[in-house]
């Protein structure tokens, strides 16, 4: 990606402050926030529990407006949820009265995406193909492992082809090898599909292993402490001196001991 192409998400001074339920103030969450993405770069956010890393993609994702700043998409302000974003949680929230092709194709039922499910059918095999769920089709999510149910919600996801993915700790459920197994499929899936992605993790290690470039956060009220450009060929081992160096830089700025 040539350096001056302009960046396709800005945050320009971004700060949100929460009301406090039991009348004490409120909770300045976000302070002054800078950084920008660039089209189909993958970028991971890193930063103490608590410090607003979920925040910055409900922003993002319109879900939240910010008390001062700005949060830009191709130069435009954020107005609110679009097609063109689409947030993948924690924890695959699938219907668990569909199956894998239904939920996959439940997007494109929807009234606001019918123009978009031309050859639904072939759409759907296409996507279903893509997270490596072939065969698993008529499965229902209890029929599913926790990495399978995973794979289906980013499925589900890509549906509405939307040009950002703000994945919440997408992987953070899983078991270590799933979890393992599901780093790679996602960059897998990331080459193919050219997507922007913004990652939040706390997993030192998984950020410098996918991302093209880590956001480092300060504890609350954050702001963006160090942005670090993971200039590593892929695929990473994570006993690669380099990634080691890297992994200890980040601890050192998060103030944790490895």
Not at 79 to 94: I, N
């Amino acid at each position: 990606m040539p350096s001056y192409a302009p960046p396709q998400i800005r945050f320009e001074g971004v700060s949100l402050a929460f009301g406090n339920a039991l009348g004490r103030g409120q909770l300045q969450v976000l302070e002054g926030v800078d950084f920008d993405v660039r089209c189909g770069e993958f970028v991971c956010i890193i930063g103490p529990s608590g410090c607003g890393k979920s925040t910055i993609l409900s922003l993002l994702a319109g879900y939240l407006k910010p008390n001062y700043g700005r949060v830009l998409i191709r130069g435009e302000p954020v107005g609110g949820p679009a097609s063109d974003r689409v947030m993948v949680f924690q924890s695959a929230a699938l219907f668990p009265w569909f199956t894998v092709a239904d939920n996959v194709a439940y997007g494109l039922r929807l009234a606001a995406n019918r123009d978009k499910a031309i050859a639904m059918e072939a759409q759907v095999d296409t996507l279903v193909n893509l997270v490596g769920l072939k065969g698993f089709e008529r499965h229902y999510p209890f029929e599913l492992s926790g990495g399978m149910r995973q794979r289906v919600e980013i499925a589900r996801s890509l549906a509405v082809n939307p040009d950002i993915l703000l994945m919440d700790e997408p992987l953070g459920a899983l078991d270590a090898l799933t979890r393992l197994t599901m780093q790679a499929e996602l960059i897998r899936i990331w080459r193919e599909t050219a997507k922007t992605i913004l990652f939040v993790t706390h997993d030192i290690d998984e950020a410098i292993i996918m991302a093209d470039r880590i956001v480092v956060m300060t504890s609350r009220p954050a702001k963006v402490k160090d942005e670090i450009t993971v200039d590593l060929p892929r695929p990473r081992q994570r006993d690669d001196p380099k990634v080691g160096k890297l992994s200890r830089r980040i601890a050192n700025q998060l103030g944790v001991a490895i």
